[in-house]
DNA sequence: GCCGTCCTCAACCAGGTGGTTGACAAGAGA
DNA sequence: TCTCTTGTCAACCACCTGGTTGAGGACGGC
């Protein structure tokens, strides 16, 4: 689980992370700003921004002892990306079907692996 | 972690997963077909088989003794319009930067919570 | 009916995840 | 300097995850 797409992925899995994030495009907010609506100590949202920031969905200055905390919208361009390309993928299939249903009786193989997932 | 949203993103946090989603765009596939290309048992894929199904990413009908498993569109859609709601938002904030800054002396107070997030 | 094929279920295991508490580092302010 | 605020680090815990092996269910073909 070390690559990009995958720590983005497992990052917003989290309905807490998720959150996090929904408020932060309101503007950049410190540690204790984003724990305080949370029945969870400060450490653990601390964890969670720990996660948004390996995933690259976050990053974090320094003013003073604050860290303030800053979405960022890289990531999520790649992970639309991925999503795109496979959902369009899947609905070209459908419009399609009778195509498909043509090719039916000459499907015997399994599906090629060309494609790069990452 | 039992929401719709949480499910469908933990699911394509897994590499093996992403890719037995993306060979099911070139059409459906059985459990042994899809195992094959992998350096794992079947249970194994069996298992990722079932984690996509109940997030609603996948289906499986049933053929005798074979399992056809079938992509679904329609959680991609959900992902997608959750991850550009809140990157368009961040996007959006950036271009007005000006606004932002003129707001900064002015922001002392934690971001609100009026949105949801699943 | 019996065998082979395709697949799932159950038990197990190592390692990861999401939370806790306690200690402490870094700065601002008296 | 002493203290308060802000946040991180480390150790610990229960539970989940992604793999394994072994057993067995469902179905087609002989």
Redesign the interface.
């Known amino acids: 689980?070390t690559?990009r797409?995958?720590?983005a992925?497992?990052a917003?899995?989290?309905?807490t992370r998720?959150?996090i994030?929904?408020?932060?495009?309101?503007?950049d907010?410190t540690v204790g700003?984003?724990a305080?609506?949370y029945d969870m100590s400060l450490q653990a949202v601390s964890k969670h921004l720990k996660v948004l920031e390996e995933a690259g969905l976050v990053t974090r200055g320094r003013d003073a002892q604050r860290r303030p905390v800053h979405?960022?919208?890289e990531v999520?361009?790649l992970?639309?990306r991925?999503?795109?390309r496979?959902?369009r993928?899947?609905?070209e299939?459908?419009q399609r079907l009778d195509t498909?249903l043509a090719d039916l009786q000459g499907?015997d193989t399994?599906?090629?692996?060309t494609?790069d997932?990452?």
């Open positions: 689980m690559d797409l995958s720590q992925f497992s917003l899995a989290d309905p998720r959150d994030v929904a408020r932060l495009t309101a503007g907010a700003e984003l305080e609506p979405l960022e919208a999520f361009d992970m639309t991925w999503i795109e496979y959902q993928r899947a609905e299939r459908y498909v499907r399994a599906p090629d692996l494609e997932t990452a």
